[in-house]
């Protein structure tokens, strides 16, 4: 069957860095996309890997590594307003996103 | 940008009644449009896939006469719950992407349907 794992919550302090990761089992692989989801909210795009490496944009970096059914999101400079919700979704062989369960991460002061 | 709206924002209804959802793309032609539905604390389910002009692709489990997806033009996408059950409350998410695009989806702002 098709799996992705991700952990459930994470707490973290405001200024530090934050790691969240993802791995998967899925049928076929076409990319890996991570999504931000503030509580009561749509899901907002933060990033796309279809190649393995880093991948940075701002304060957020994605890393990939096919061969391991691996990927992470690193998180910079941590601010309140990045508590939320972080899912982790692969496109299969069809083309489907298969959607991660989701990273609460809480920020502290 | 790409914009996705959806109409309304939350909805209240009773029990055995209908409830219709509308998805719209803003600024752009959507020939594939998306529905997802998320309970409290879980991750989304991909309920349905709808193309333009073609009846909707239901994922595994999603009763089609249940949940009735119209896609009629290019930027408008509708999902009715028919005879609403208490358990059909939830966060009902619509996504669309555009043609030769296949990084990204645009996600509505959801709707949150209440039935009592």
């Known amino acids: 069957g098709q799996n992705i794992d991700q952990p459930t919550e994470m707490t973290a302090t405001e200024g530090a860095i934050v790691q969240i990761n993802c791995t998967y089992q899925t049928s076929g692989f076409n990319g890996l996309f991570w999504y931000q989801q503030h509580a009561g909210e749509a899901p907002t795009f933060l990033s796309y890997?279809?190649l393995d490496g880093l991948e940075e944009k701002g304060r957020f970096s994605s890393f990939l590594s096919r061969s391991k059914g691996y990927s992470y999101l690193l998180l910079k400079e941590l601010q309140m307003k990045d508590s939320a919700s972080y899912l982790c979704?692969?496109?299969?062989?069809?083309?489907?996103?298969?959607w991660g369960a989701g990273t609460k991460l809480i920020i502290k002061p | 940008g790409a914009v996705v709206s959806q109409h309304p924002s939350w909805v209240i209804c009773k029990s055995g009644t209908s409830v219709k959802i509308e998805c719209r793309s803003l600024d752009f032609q959507a020939t594939t449009m998306f529905w997802y539905r998320q309970f409290p604390k879980q991750s989304l389910m991909l309920m349905a896939t709808?193309?333009?002009?073609?009846?909707?692709?239901?994922e595994q489990g999603v009763e089609k006469d249940k949940f009735l997806i119209n896609h009629a033009s290019l930027t408008l996408s509708t999902l009715t719950v028919t005879s609403a059950h208490p358990e059909d409350s939830s966060f009902y998410i619509c996504?669309?992407?555009?043609?030769?695009?296949?990084?990204?989806?645009?996600f509505g702002p959801g709707t949150r349907l209440t039935v009592t």
């Open positions: 890997n279809v």
């Open positions: 996504s669309a992407r555009q043609p030769g695009q296949e990084t990204e989806q645009y």
């Open positions: 709808s193309n333009e002009g073609s009846k909707a692709t239901y």
């Open positions: 979704a692969v496109r299969d062989s069809n083309y489907q996103l298969i």
